[in-house]
């Protein structure tokens, strides 16, 4: 099979509408034009799968608004089905829709198609009033929704090249995450390591230090990496991202990444690129939080407009794994580190100034000097805040 997935031609209308009709109402006895009785208003995009040249299935979706779309049509040709073509559909219409700053779709499923839209991360909003031309054959409708990580729009404020040096000079590895890496890998001197978004090599220079092991990182941002191939001489840092690994294939025993999922745009693209460099077996840790975490953190009190911020920016944590799993990757463990309590420290305060962390620069100032003003305060008194904590998720090739 050659799969690609393409908008078809104005030639391909026909067979377009054959293989949706074929599919989805020839089975229970609708005209070939009852498609036009579906159509929505609102602007269509539609993608075809092919292999090589024959349409073996469609994705129809239309605007709702100017952040939803709803998947109205989906057809996969029965020859074809079970091998994750309506994924593959789904999946590209969901990257079209994140450039276009989308962030929800929703669908009206069948109840036979429930299920299969819950593992890609679509939620049961509430039953949906089924014609009688369906309810006869026993078809009757869901409404479902998904939210798109709209992370690309909000992070295109966030540039590292200008803001490296605050970066550095602000944050650092957390030993608490690697105690946690050490506890799953025996890291010995020829296990070889891959820190994705590596930032300014924080992680990479502890895990050098404490083990000794042979040492790799990607990092996109020029400035972000110069900083990192000072830091960390003995680890070979190399220009790269979701798009581009520039490793061979089956090269790392373990792949991680801490505080970088939330600014991939494309985690599909990511995890196949990261299948391709990881040993059969070998074990990919993504460090982040999800979204109980987030809504728990104790600095939305001082910056109340965060939380709705960061929630858009992070995707859940089910949605990373569905990407995964969808790429060959086996849940191994999701692991929830323990909230912890933290004292307001002089160290916090200048990364809160500094902005040390990327979400500062996505609210505005007024905000930041008044939480900054608050969180001194607090300071002052001594006061003892919890941590929300963060997630890694273990997956292995
Ligand atoms: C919050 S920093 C974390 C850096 C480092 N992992 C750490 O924990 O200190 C996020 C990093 O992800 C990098 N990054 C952004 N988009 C990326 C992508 N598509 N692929 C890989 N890294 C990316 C950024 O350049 C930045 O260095």
Redo the contacts with the bound molecule.
């Keep these: 099979m050659n799969i690609t997935i393409t908008k078809p031609t104005p030639n391909d209308s026909d067979e377009v509408d054959e293989l949706l009709w074929k599919v989805l109402w020839n089975p229970i006895d609708l005209p070939k034009d009852i498609r036009n009785e579906f159509k929505l208003d609102g602007e269509e995009i539609t993608l075809a799968a092919k292999d090589s040249e024959q349409i073996i299935g469609i994705i129809v979706a239309n605007k709702i608004n100017h952040s939803e779309y709803e998947i109205r049509h989906i057809a996969v040709n029965p020859k074809y089905q079970k091998c994750g073509i309506g994924k593959k559909l789904i999946y590209a219409l969901e990257n079209i829709l994140n450039k276009m700053e989308v962030d929800t779709v929703q669908t009206i499923a069948r109840n036979s198609s429930q299920s299969f839209f819950e593992t890609i991360g679509f939620v049961k909003m509430r039953d949906y009033r089924a014609l009688p031309k369906f309810l006869k054959f026993g078809i009757s409708f869901v409404l479902m929704k998904k939210k798109l990580p709209s992370m690309t729009k909000i992070?295109t404020k966030i540039n590292?090249n200008q803001i490296a040096d605050k970066?550095d000079c602000t944050?650092t590895?957390n030993s608490n995450t690697i105690d946690l890496f050490q506890e799953k890998l025996k890291f010995e001197k020829e296990t070889k390591i891959l820190?994705?978004?590596?930032?300014?090599?924080?992680?990479l220079r502890t895990i050098f230090n404490q083990f000794g092991c042979k040492c790799f990182g990607?990092?996109?941002?020029d400035s972000?990496r110069e900083i990192a191939k000072q830091k960390s001489r003995n680890a070979q840092i190399e220009n790269?991202?979701?798009?581009l690994i520039p490793f061979p294939d089956n090269e790392f025993d373990f792949v991680y990444?801490?505080?970088?999922i939330h600014?991939?745009?494309?985690m599909n693209k990511?995890f196949s690129k990261l299948n391709r460099v990881i040993k059969p077996s070998g074990l990919l840790c993504i460090?982040t939080e999800s979204h109980d975490q987030i809504k728990n953190r104790f600095y939305n009190k001082y910056f109340p407009s965060l939380e709705s911020v960061e929630l858009k920016r992070y995707p859940g944590i089910s949605v990373i794994t569905e990407y995964a799993v969808h790429n060959s990757f086996v849940i191994e463990e999701i692991q929830e580190k323990e909230d912890s309590k933290v004292k307001i420290s002089e160290d916090f305060i200048k990364l809160v100034s500094e902005k040390g962390?990327?979400m500062f620069r996505l609210i505005d100032e007024d905000e930041h000097i008044t939480g900054l003003e608050n969180l001194i305060l607090d300071f002052k008194l001594n006061i003892v805040l919890k941590n929300s904590g963060e997630t890694l998720i273990w997956l292995k090739n």
């Design positions: 992070n590292y970066y944050r590895s820190d994705f978004g590596c930032g300014t090599g924080n992680y990607i990092e996109p941002s972000m790269g991202s979701h798009e990444m801490t505080d970088v600014h991939v745009p494309d990511m460090v962390y990327s």
